[in-house]
């Protein structure tokens, strides 16, 4: 509770527990502003001890001690990281496209969250104050605001994790939400901004690495840690192969809703349009189906709330699909693997078409000429007579071109003329007693055309 401090100004003093409620007005997303992981802890820390009811923000006293025992940090040398961490925060510029009552159009306001940072005095607590006018996006928020549980924020490591966090946490209700890269560089904290709200830097410019180190880090870091379950998809400009804008499909996360003691958090529309919040009614066959899937698979109570949000939008159809898929083999945690098929949308295998069977393919043997050998005998008597009629292209091509010719024509003119057969030992092969007196053929080609001439 808060506390009247003797110059009469409220003071916040009791510290968060690790599944306290952060609470913001959805405007405050609309920010621009520069913050390491370490400096986010601590000004959601800070939130979280403000009571949502409360008139004036105060001061805020946070306990060096109880800050390290819950974001588990050393608490050696500690108090001067925390002290100069605050001091960073108040120095880092926040640019808001702020709008107040009677305006009909946002002004940019140029601020910082703290207004203030007191170091301490040795009792081991180091005080600070958010800006006076942030009270609309933090103070007695009643419509369009969004909520989540310190200690998942907590448990992020990495700075475009806990903003894109944040940002996933303000369009929880909606399921799905696009945004264009630029502005998502801008949401994510992936820029950096002078104090008059104008960026000076572009960090990750090129969307392959804005997609490697932060978007697809920060989901998996998400989907782990917290009780959000986040995919997304990619749409392209027309004609181009560059990337406009990302659409993110927001689930809850199914197995990491008992992960923080459960706390009760309102029942308030959280509205971006009127009625946005509240889903349509299931019918009391779906709500069977659930109740029945959920019993079957072993899902705690709020687990079986959570299907709800599925059966709405996916249909009764979607989660059977997914338990059918989980029945089809033997699981070891079947909890676990329903979980984990609705997390990462699990398909049902598709059978691989046989695959036919081929007779193995015999060498084909390269045709050879009728009677080739016949007419080398014939026209090269003392030759010696190669293995094959390739052998014999290779030596002398001109002699097995002027074989397949010949050879050729006496196909052609059907001729009974038959080339006597010498008789051999094998096939085609020269006499025994003509073997001791045959020489190369190519000489014998060689000693005949030197002849002719």
Request: charged content about 25%; aromatic content about 8%.
């Amino acid at each position: 509770m808060a506390q009247t401090a003797p110059d009469g100004e409220l003071t916040f003093d009791v510290q968060p527990a690790y599944q306290a409620v952060v609470w913001q007005h959805n405007g405050i997303t609309n920010t621009r502003y520069k913050l390491t992981a370490r400096q986010q802890k601590l000004l959601l820390y800070a939130i979280a001890m403000i009571e949502p009811n409360a008139a004036e923000f105060g001061k805020i006293r946070v306990s060096v001690e109880d800050y390290a025992a819950l974001t588990g940090l050393e608490t050696d040398n500690l108090y001067r990281d925390l002290r100069e961490t605050a001091i960073a925060i108040r120095a880092a510029p926040l640019v808001v496209d702020h709008v107040e009552p009677g305006m009909k159009r946002p002004m940019r306001r140029h601020s910082a969250w703290f207004e203030y940072v007191d170091e301490a005095d040795g009792s081991g607590f180091i005080t600070i104050k958010l800006t006076s006018w942030l009270k609309p996006y933090l103070l007695q928020v009643r419509r369009e605001f969004f909520q989540f549980q310190l200690g998942f924020a907590l448990d992020l490591r990495s700075e475009y994790s806990i903003r894109l966090y944040q940002y996933l946490k303000r369009w929880e209700f909606a399921k799905r939400r696009s945004i264009t890269v630029d502005q998502l560089r801008l949401e994510i904290g992936a820029t950096e901004i002078d104090r008059k709200g104008n960026i000076v830097r572009i960090n990750l410019e090129q969307y392959k690495h804005l997609k490697s180190r932060a978007i697809n880090p920060a989901i998996e870091e998400i989907n782990r840690e917290t009780d959000l379950s986040v995919s997304y998809a990619e749409t392209k400009f027309p004609r181009s192969k560059a990337v406009e804008s990302v659409t993110f499909t927001i689930n809850k996360n199914l197995e990491n809703l008992e992960k923080l003691r459960p706390v009760t958090l309102p029942e308030q529309a959280q509205l971006e349009l009127p009625g946005a919040q509240a889903d349509p009614a299931l019918d009391t066959a779906t709500l069977d189906g659930l109740a029945a899937i959920a019993t079957e698979f072993g899902l705690t109570r709020p687990q079986e709330l959570g299907l709800r949000a599925y059966a709405v939008r996916e249909g009764l159809q979607y989660l059977q699909d997914k338990a059918n898929i989980v029945r089809s083999q033997p699981r070891a945690n079947v909890a676990r693997a329903f979980l984990a098929a609705l997390r990462d949308d699990w398909k049902l295998p598709k059978p691989l078409p046989a695959k036919k069977t081929t007779k193995p393919r015999e060498a084909k043997k390269a045709e050879e000429p009728r009677g080739w050998r016949d007419w080398v005998l014939q026209h090269y008597p003392i030759a010696e007579i190669p293995n094959s009629f390739g052998e014999l292209q290779k030596l002398v091509p001109a002699v097995a071109g002027e074989c397949e010719r010949d050879l050729k024509k006496l196909a052609a003119a059907n001729s009974e003329t038959e080339i006597p057969q010498t008789p051999s030992k094998g096939e085609d092969q020269v006499p025994s007693q003509t073997v001791s007196k045959t020489r190369s053929l190519k000489a014998m080609v060689e000693s005949a055309l030197n002849e002719s001439h």
